[in-house]
Structure formats: structure tokens, C-alpha cells
RNA sequence: CGAGGUGUAGCUCAGUUUGGUAGAGUACACGUCUGGGGGGCGUGUGGUCGCUGGUUCAAGUCCAGUCACCUCGACCA
């Protein structure tokens, strides 16, 4: 079984590969660093997509629509951000191909190069900021909540499907306060957001947390994060919320007059989950047998299997059993394809995900039964055909909830409390995970723990415990424990 | 950008050392026997051997250049 993916053990991101195509969630285009999300991983992202936006509406966010291209003098007009970003901007120079002289195709027309270069989108906080200082003039227009769904660039040197890619899908909010207060409140309810996304959606456990100066978002003031923890013992940032001060307001000069007639700059947030998520899904849940999607994600919760072909008794029980389960509002496939076999069927909706396979023969029904195959566990039952609807609606939570369960017990088993350099490297190198460590607080010894294990730190939990304790590197005081962990 | 590796059928790869008609498995199509976990047998489709140039009577094979991809570094959501 599953002899078409590399397993685990053998080769963690080779298996990772396997699943993101024979899963048939996406391939490489003939474009460098760039994917085609293919039909069924687009499926999920759409999920993920709609409860996310969703969450948004319901936080009193609307969506707008900001340019692909920015001014290149944009960029620049914050420091520590155009530093952030410059080394991996795509630009375009021309607007205007022409045929080539020597009758090779088509070449770049040298007399149409743009006046002023245009950089391709990396995050569009610029150009919104350029755009809200004409839409903020008095405090009553505050705040103002704007998400947009997009696409970005960065031109990364090295691609991994959905995890680091050059173009990538996701959502950028950007918001804009009257007060320092507000504006901080709402980067931790969007990080609330998702978190409760990614724990009750993705069935993944993360934890919350701040990010060091070094980890920090190019032009935030702070920057937090829901950090998520893969099988392979690697931590993966898969949410950030940023709180931006009065950066980029400063920067584009957005101002408003309070209700004393004094201007002030708007306090800022922003932020962002991405096509990341399909990778940090992946890696959460799947196995060696392929992809696993908690059942509040799955384009298809339900497939049913005629065994060992369709006929129309089968047919007829189908019918049934699928009424029956989207009166429930469970999305449920027949696959009545004759020409492949059951056992081919078997393999390949396990390969794809689904949480729950129904399988129907002669035999089943003789017997009143159906065989309810749950993806998670790989376990298989019979079940009494009248019960068949109540019985999925209830596995399809307690599946969801197993995947919970299992990510949790596994994430809380991979946070180890160390307290010398030893432990730290003995840790990281033969358990993995985060490791949660005194440390005394300044760049040089995070840079130097990172450059000695390629560890860094993740973030400083928040609410975390204040303790009195020694650097794990320097044996400098420190008041509180940070996590450290490899990372994507 | 540094180090190493690989480009041959949709996919995985042999063939390159020693130049001489382009191969296998898998996938795909059709037929057939099957049928409760990727089934068997048979027939068939499918290739500018990454690209460009050179050496040669003859290049997948030798030489030079070039491009792409993979692994590991630096960078990063």
C-alpha cells in the first residue's frame, strides 16, 4: 500500500513532495520557484479561505483591492522595511515587447522603459499607506479595517511547494487607529483569529507568541505570531500579526485631527496567512499512506465505495445514504467509476484525504451494514445502515477533534524545558521541537545560539511565566523563558 | 551567490566507460479473465536523448559552452 509515497522515516521531504503531488494539491510550473495550485489543494485553500474571511467580516473587517505593481520610490520611504524587502523584489522596467529584429520571437522594446520602475508587490503596505492618507482625515473615519485577498512576490532562492514559493496566495489586512491601545488590541485579536482558525479548522495546536527584534516584521514595532510544530520537529510560523506604530504612518504622512482639532498619526497593524497554511496542513496531520484534511476542511468529507462495482441495488443505497448525509450539510461523493477496482479506489481516497470512506457491497447489504473506513486512525466498521447518517455526522467531529487531540498531545511531548548549552543541543539534535530556554535578551547571543545549532527563537509566549533564570549561552540573568526550535 | 549532483517516453530510471537502428518498469488506450485493499494475460500508443555548437563516415555516448532542476549552505512567510 501506498507504495507510490516515500515514507517518513525514510525521507521527510521527499515524503512531503509525494504528498503535495500524488495528493494532486499542486506541481511546479515551468516558471522558476512558482506552482500550479491544482484543482483539489485549491479546494482546500478556497475552505480555508471562506472561514478565514468569514472570521474577518465578523471582526468588522471589509475587503478591497489594492495594485499588483507599487512605485519603486514607495518602497523606500521606510528604512527598516525597503531593507526587509529590497533583496527580493521582483521589477518591472518596460511595457512594450516588440518583434526581434533577427527574428527570434519577441525581445524587450528598448525605447518603452517605464520612467519610473514598478516592483511586483511583496507586501503592499506602502501602497496602501500612500492610499489612506487620502482617506483619513478626521478621527471619525477611524479605524478603518481592510483586508485584501492577493497575490505577492518574492523572489526567494529556494522553492518549496506551498511552504516558500516566489508567487504565493494570501490575505494582507491593514488597518488604521486612533490610538496606540486600539491599534495593539487589534493585533492580538487577528492573532486570536487565527489561532481559534488554526485550532478548530486545521486541527493544529499553535502556540502564541511575540518575536524577537531579529525575527520581527521589516517595519513593525512588534510582531506576533502563531507558531505551529511539523512532524519532523520543525517549527513552522504560520500566522503573524503586526503591530506597525506610527511607522508607516509617519513614513506616508497619515494624519488625523482628533476631537480637540490636534493631528496626530494613525496607529497601524497589519496581517497575513498565506498558501503556507497548505503546507503547514500537510505536515500536521498526513502519513505515509498520503494527505490527511480534518474534516472541516475537506472538500469531500464522504466517499462512497460500490464494492466491488457499481449495480443498481448499490446504486439505490448510495442515493439513500447521500440524501441522507446533505440533509446534514456533509459534502459526499459516489465514486462509481467502473473501470478502476475497489482496492485502487481504497488506496487513492486515502491518498487524497478523504476523512471518511463508505464501502458498499452485496454482502454489506444482506447484512443491513455499511463499512465506515476513517482516514485518521485507518480503522473500519460496521455500521447498522439506518444509523449510517447520524453515525458519520457524529465521526466527522470526532475525527476532527482526534486530529486536534493527536497534533496537541504530540506538540505539548516536543516542548522541553532546558537549562544548559549540553542539554540545548543534545535536545535539539535528537528530539527536536521547541525548546524552551532561558535567554538573556539580546541579539548577539540569539544570532550566536543560530549560528552554533540553526536554531532560532520562535517567539516569547505570551502570558508567558516570569522566572529568574541564567542565559542557556551566556549564563546571563534572564526573567523568562523563550522557544526555540529549527524552523521552515 | 558557494559546494555537490542530475537532465533519455506522462513518471521512475537503464544505456554513456569502449561512438554503430532508442530500451525497461510504470502510466495511458483497447481486448480479455477477474472482482471485499493499488489484480492477471495479451495487443498497442508514446522520445528533436535539456539546449547550442564542435569532433567524426556516424554522437544519447566524446569535447566546449549554455540552461534548468535537485540536495546542502547564505536569505526568507
Not at 200 to 225: H, L, Q, S
Request: glycine share 6%; net charge negative.
Amino acid at each position: 500500500m501506498a507504495k507510490e509515497i516515500t515514507s517518513r522515516e525514510e525521507n521527510y521531504s521527499q515524503w512531503y513532495n509525494d504528498i503535495v503531488r500524488k495528493a494532486n494539491l499542486a506541481d511546479h510550473s515551468d516558471v522558476r520557484g512558482c506552482m500550479v495550485i491544482k484543482p483539489h489543494g485549491f479546494a482546500i485553500w478556497e475552505n480555508m479561505k471562506n472561514q478565514l474571511d468569514k472570521m474577518f467580516k465578523d471582526t468588522g473587517h471589509v475587503n478591497a483591492y489594492f495594485p499588483l505593481f507599487i512605485p519603486k520610490s514607495y518602497l523606500s520611504k521606510e528604512a527598516d522595511h525597503v531593507d526587509g524587502f529590497a533583496k527580493e523584489c521582483a521589477v518591472v522596467t518596460h511595457h512594450r515587447l516588440m518583434n526581434d529584429p533577427d527574428g527570434n520571437g519577441v525581445v524587450v522594446d528598448p525605447s518603452a522603459k517605464l520612467e519610473e520602475e514598478l516592483i511586483v508587490r511583496p507586501t503592499s503596505e506602502t501602497i496602501i499607506w500612500n492610499t489612506y492618507r487620502d482617506w483619513i482625515s478626521s478621527y471619525r473615519d477611524l479605524p478603518l479595517l481592510i483586508n485584501q485577498w492577493a497575490n505577492v512576490v518574492r523572489w526567494e532562492m529556494r522553492t518549496r511547494l506551498f511552504l516558500r514559493t516566489a508567487e504565493f496566495l494570501w490575505q494582507e489586512g491593514h488597518t488604521a487607529h486612533a490610538s496606540v491601545e486600539e491599534a495593539v488590541e487589534e493585533t492580538r485579536r487577528m492573532l486570536d483569529v487565527y489561532a481559534t482558525f488554526a485550532e478548530e479548522y486545521m486541527a493544529m495546536p499553535v502556540i502564541k507568541g511575540v518575536k524577537t527584534a531579529n525575527e520581527r516584521f521589516a517595519g513593525a514595532d512588534d510582531t506576533y505570531t502563531i507558531e505551529a510544530l511539523m512532524q519532523d520537529g520543525k517549527a513552522l510560523q504560520s500566522g503573524t500579526s503586526h503591530f506597525l506604530g506610527q511607522n508607516f504612518a509617519k513614513a506616508f504622512d497619515v494624519t488625523f485631527l482628533d476631537e480637540n482639532n490636534q493631528s496626530n498619526h494613525v496607529w497601524a497593524t497589519s496581517w497575513g496567512v498565506s498558501t503556507r497554511l497548505m503546507g503547514a496542513l500537510i505536515m500536521a496531520h498526513s502519513d505515509d499512506a498520503g494527505l490527511v484534511i480534518p474534516p472541516r476542511l475537506a472538500p469531500t468529507q464522504v466517499v462512497i465505495v460500490p464494492i466491488p462495482k457499481p449495480g443498481d441495488e448499490i446504486d439505490a443505497a448510495a442515493d439513500r445514504i447521500m440524501n441522507e448525509l446533505r440533509e446534514k450539510g456533509i459534502t459526499v461523493k459516489y465514486d462509481n467509476d467502473k473501470k478502476r477496482r475497489p482496492g485502487f479506489k481504497f488506496a487513492e481516497h486515502e491518498m487524497h484525504g478523504t476523512p471518511v470512506r463508505l464501502g458498499i457491497g452485496k454482502r454489506d447489504l444482506a447484512n443491513g451494514t455499511i463499512e465506515v473506513a476513517r482516514r485518521d486512525t485507518k480503522t473500519k466498521e460496521s455500521v447498522n445502515i439506518d444509523d449510517i447518517a447520524a453515525h458519520v455526522e457524529q465521526l466527522l467531529v470526532d475525527i476532527q477533534d482526534n486530529l486536534f487531540n493527536r497534533a496537541k498531545a504530540y506538540l505539548d511531548e516536543h516542548i522541553t524545558e532546558v537549562n544548559s548549552w549540553d542539554e540545548f543541543k543534545e535536545v535539539l539534535e535528537s528530539k527536536g521541537g521547541f525548546i524552551s530556554a532561558h535567554w538573556d535578551g539580546t541579539s548577539e547571543s540569539e544570532l550566536k545560539i543560530k549560528e552554533l545549532t540553526k536554531a532560532t527563537i520562535r517567539c516569547i509566549p505570551l502570558d508567558n511565566k516570569q522566572e529568574e533564570g541564567k542565559c542557556v549561552l551566556t549564563g546571563n540573568p534572564s526573567k523568562e523563558r523563550v522557544l526555540f526550535a529549527k524552523a521552515y
